[in-house]
């Protein structure tokens, strides 16, 4: 029996992992390069907008508000969506929506732990190097 080599592996699915503001902030760190401080501001905003839902529609978001999705849109953190619907009087009407983009998200967060935690291995070095009789003189201050 042969087997079709052009079956791939499934990718893992994101659709029931949640996103916390950690999360989204790391991931703001990550892709932008906001500070921690500004990361932190900017996710808490978008995960108020958003509560417990992954998607969002266009029309709560003033102008200015908007500019950050923008910005997390086009860093691959969020994406768009529309549906049209066609009214009585014939007309069509088009809704549009903001959805979280979990996998880049997540994916983002995860290189960011991973970057800290390797910095922090780095200067945990420091001390590694450092002679024994240097750890004796500050234990008896």
């Known amino acids: 029996m042969m087997r079709n080599p052009r079956v791939q592996k499934e990718q893992p699915t994101y659709a029931t992992e949640i996103i916390t503001v950690e999360d989204l902030s790391q991931a703001i760190q990550e892709r932008i390069g906001l500070i921690p401080d500004e990361s932190d501001r900017d996710a808490e905003f ?3 907008i958003f509560g417990f839902n992954d998607r969002i529609i266009d029309n709560v978001l003033e ?3 908007r500019q950050l999705f923008y910005i997390l849109e086009e ?3 969020l994406t768009t969506e529309r549906e049209e619907t066609t009214l009585y009087d014939g007309r069509e009407w088009r809704t549009h929506y903001w959805l979280f ?3 880049r998200i ?3 967060a995860q290189q960011h ?3 800290a935690a390797e910095k922090a291995e780095d200067l945990g ?3 590694a190097d450092l002679p024994e009789d240097v ?3 500050r234990a008896r201050l």
């Open 63 to 65: 102008p200015e508000d």
């Open 101 to 103: 983009r979990k996998d």
């Open 75 to 77: 860093e691959g953190l």
């Open 113 to 115: 732990r991973a970057k």
């Open 125 to 127: 070095g420091i001390y």
């Open 135 to 137: 750890w004796a003189t």
């Open 106 to 108: 997540l994916g983002a």
């Open 46 to 48: 978008v995960m108020d």
